[in-house]
């Protein structure tokens, strides 16, 4: 057997084993927040979340460690003037991660999560491994997708790779009592895979998903949005068939990402997403596992106009809408409080038996 044939049936074992929400535990969740000292429905989507919470876990518990991690990987289509920063600032970047110097050092660290990198592309020789503000994990594939303009971006085997580092990332994190994950991603050109991704699963039209990444102008939006058009109707890739679209136009952190959301998803292990790029990963892996859309809850909305399309196509409401576009885990890393105090009030609150209050007849 080969070594992407066994990837694809470790993915296929993946897939197959992520099973419905519970909905006894869901029912346990709402019977319990109608006891609590409260009006009914007062906490709003606090108590949604709750009973989500409680649906993915099979069990009403409180939240211990949660993690946020982000899959680098860079894009050889940045060549094409899709963004405004070269290829480099992939490199940099995860070394301000490591120095602790990044907005999602911050916000991580303000969110009590531990933060994870892994370097599944990033062009250039491996980064390597250094004593840090942040645990870098280096699993690569190859330095960079390929120029989705001219050729594929991977293979399909490099896919497949791709996503299993993703799943080995996760198993780990499981193991050592991980009960969240944020994810997020970094690699200059990855709007554009991104936006290619969503137009091709959704059928849209480029121009209708993709925005200005790290600070585009008007004109560039649109010759970005044309570049996509082409390069779909180049490789024609099969929206029935989400490996496919990844590898004809995707990209190793994408990859990475979608085999991550899978893994959470079998260890019933909530997923708290990003802005629109760890969306259009959701959205691959909801296409190869229907069941694993209700297990991701949307931290934030971003201002990338794909954004939407992918939360209506999935199902979900951000928690935030805070004009976010930053990327790398931030919008994530934000709403990872509020999900840990959603799971805290059914475990926490007392009932009106319990408190002695009077309840309502």
């Known amino acids: 057997m080969?070594?992407?044939?066994?990837?694809?049936?470790?993915?296929?074992?993946?897939?197959?084993?992520?099973?419905?929400?519970?909905?006894?535990?869901?029912?346990?969740?709402?019977?319990?927040?109608?006891?609590l000292t409260?009006?009914?429905?007062?906490?709003?989507?606090?108590?949604?979340?709750?009973?989500?919470?409680?649906?993915?876990?099979?069990?009403?518990?409180?939240?211990?460690?949660?993690?946020?991690v982000i899959f680098a990987g860079d894009h050889?289509?940045?060549?094409?003037?899709?963004?405004?920063?070269?290829?480099?600032?992939?490199?940099?970047?995860i070394g301000t991660y490591l120095r602790g110097g990044a907005a999602i050092n911050v916000l991580a660290d303000a969110a009590g999560a531990e933060l994870v990198v892994v370097d599944v592309g990033v062009a250039g020789p491996p980064i390597e491994p250094t004593v840090a503000?942040?645990?870098?994990?280096?699993?690569?594939?190859?330095?960079?997708?390929?120029?989705?303009s001219c050729e594929p971006a991977l293979t399909r085997e490099e896919t497949i790779a791709a996503v299993d580092v993703g799943r080995r990332v996760v198993d780990e994190l499981a193991t050592t009592g991980?009960?969240?994950?944020?994810?997020?991603?970094?690699?200059?050109?990855?709007?554009?895979?991104?936006?290619?991704?969503?137009?091709?699963?959704?059928?849209?039209?480029?121009?209708d998903v993709t925005g200005r990444g790290a600070g585009l102008d008007d004109n560039g939006v649109?010759?970005?949005?044309?570049?996509?058009?082409?390069?779909?109707?180049?490789?024609?890739?099969?929206p029935s068939d989400p490996i496919g679209v990844v590898t004809a136009v995707g990209g190793l952190e994408i990859a990475a990402l979608v085999g991550a959301i899978l893994a959470a998803g079998s260890r019933r292990i909530p997923v708290?997403?990003?802005?629109?790029?760890?969306?259009?990963?959701?959205?691959?892996?909801?296409?190869?596992?229907?069941?694993?859309?209700?297990?991701l809850i949307a931290g934030h909305l971003s201002v990338e106009p794909g954004h939407r399309i992918v939360l209506d196509e999935l199902g979900l409401e951000p928690i935030l809408d805070l004009d976010l576009r930053l990327g790398e885990g931030s919008g994530a890393a934000l709403a990872i409080p509020t999900v840990r105090a959603a799971a805290r009030i059914l475990v926490e609150m007392s009932t009106f038996d319990e408190a002695g209050v009077t309840n309502r007849d």
């Open 76 to 93: 050889d289509i940045a060549r094409q003037a899709v963004s405004p920063y070269p290829s480099e600032v992939t490199r940099q970047m």
């Open 222 to 238: 649109h010759r970005k949005a044309e570049l996509i058009d082409l390069a779909l109707q180049r490789h024609r890739p099969d």
């Open 38 to 68: 409260k009006p009914p429905g007062s906490l709003g989507r606090l108590e949604a979340i709750a009973v989500q919470l409680a649906g993915i876990r099979g069990s009403v518990a409180t939240i211990e460690r949660p993690a946020v």
């Open 178 to 207: 991980v009960d969240v994950i944020g994810v997020g991603e970094m690699g200059i050109g990855n709007t554009t895979a991104s936006s290619a991704i969503v137009a091709s699963l959704t059928g849209r039209p480029a121009l």
């Open 133 to 148: 503000a942040a645990r870098l994990i280096v699993d690569r594939i190859r330095s960079g997708a390929r120029d989705f």
């Open 2 to 35: 080969t070594e992407g044939s066994a990837g694809a049936r470790l993915l296929g074992d993946v897939i197959s084993s992520i099973a419905p929400l519970d909905t006894r535990a869901e029912g346990t969740a709402l019977a319990r927040l109608d006891q």
């Open 272 to 295: 708290v997403l990003d802005g629109f790029i760890t969306g259009a990963a959701a959205l691959l892996a909801s296409r190869l596992a229907p069941n694993v859309a209700p297990r």
